[in-house]
């Protein structure tokens, strides 16, 4: 079964009267009453992963940050996860984490000319809510999540590529390709050959993927992404373009990782 | 008055949580599968589990076994999910015949087929090379996993590797007129076990019958050509691995209609450009809707089966 982000009853009420929340919000220097809205996942962390992403700055849960993900996850090494913050309207970047991983925060991206979702996978260590959240230009952070069960052993273990060869020649290989939607827009979808080792394997140090951008041929940027160790081996995306942002030719895929290897690839229709 | 409301308190919980337990230990605590052999032809006993996913409430009996008692001895079709299953199989032939086991076949890798193999004759225990080879590299991670499912019904189950090997062909065995037929697809062997005395196929996971096909190991477009394979067997009838005998040909057009649907929505999503979570969000065909787990079994698929199908097309 597909979830995606549910809300409490409590936090149900406070987004229907959320303008008189948000008006309360700009004229009174407190905003306790929006930072006490207890967490619609119950999650025991939630307090601590409040204070580390967002510090004194005010938190709602909101439903239009959607998370779609498994509720069981079959394999903890790729966990599909899709993050939607479109419903918002203007949301631009969003930032992603796992309250239970050992590595907390999964990936960041800025959408500048995409849409702003992203498809990918992650590794979890154990059960954990996976959450989205997005800062809009009011300075609200806006939360969305889904619990994932899983079994674990995701950021411990050493990825398939550390014990192989084959990746070394392979390394930071991309395959993509464009599909046209019928909205007028582009799905793009790519694979990149990395081990995204965690550092959490006995014996094998932490190697990821960091900075990955998509560009059309004249260099507009569409989309960034900052990918963090619980991203899963060989990282898969999936990226939305609005057909304002299609261009209808080759994109470009550039990055590197922590050891200073390039990314530099084309995706083709 | 503060006394009476410190305890009084834990002692209506503790008796609330107790009698909430009560029904659960006492269908458990005996680790009792009440396992009932039944003749399904002259001298043939099939013994069929739920059509379930593993459970302690289930204890992992959701896989069939069976023997059948030969002349001279007894021939065992799997042995299980547990050593307890193992030895209350052993119990429940001995209640039959007191005939030796003569060979105790696994029919594939997977561990709710060999978990049992504690309670058998060691010098009896057989299977194909490949299942072997799987038992042996990947039969500790599965007990693994059983434990964690089934919990203390696993106590003292440990991985036995058969010795003997397997080889397809039409052999006399304990005075039996048996044939094994070395398919694959479900998993890289899968054997089936023909009686031709009494015109019955014991066809392993091939076949599910009302119950979704598990995939965590298989190869589809061999296991369809298993299917056509045993489709043209003029058997009486067929023991799936998982639900009920059939006296005819049904579940095995069931099941290779479910993986053909099952391929062709894996393929299309992929050739489409689906996200994963697009694809598990897929809606079941109503022509699945008898077969039990088909929802859950159909997104542990998507998982096992998607990622080859998004390099095919991504690569192109």
Redesign the interface.
Known sequence: ??RHATLAALSLALLAGSSAGAANLQTTAGVQTIQSVSDPLDSPRWEDMRKMFFGDAPVIFDERVRV???R?A??SM?V???VDASALGDARSVLVFADFNPIIKVLEFQATHARPSL?F?LKLQQSSPVRAAVLGSDGIWRVGGAWITA?GGGCTLPSTGSSSPEWQERLNEV???I?SRVDGGE?V???IIHPMDTGLAAGIPVFHIEDLALADSAGRKLIEIQTFEPVSENP?F?IDLPPEATSGGRLHVSGRDNNGNRIDAWVTP | MGDTMITSVPRALLTLLLSALAPLLAQANDFDYRLAPRMIANDVYALIGTTEDFSFANGGNIVNSGFIVGPSGVIVIDTGSSRRYGEQLLAAIATITDKPIALTINTHHHPDHFLGNQAFPPDTLAATPETIHGIRTEGEGFSANMYRLNGDWMLGSEVVVPAKTLAAGRIRVAGRDLEFLPLAGHTASDLVVIDHDSGTVFAADLIFNRRAPTTPHADIPRWLAALDTLEAIPAKRWVPGHGEVSEDTAPIRHTRAYLEWLADTITRGAEAGLDMTEMLAMPIPEAFADMNLAASEFRRSVTHLYPAAEQAALKR
């Open positions: 079964m597909i779609s993900a498994p069981i079959e394999d790729n599909p996860v899709t498809g996978r079994t395959n993509g390709r599909w799905r979808r790519m694979r898969s999936t």
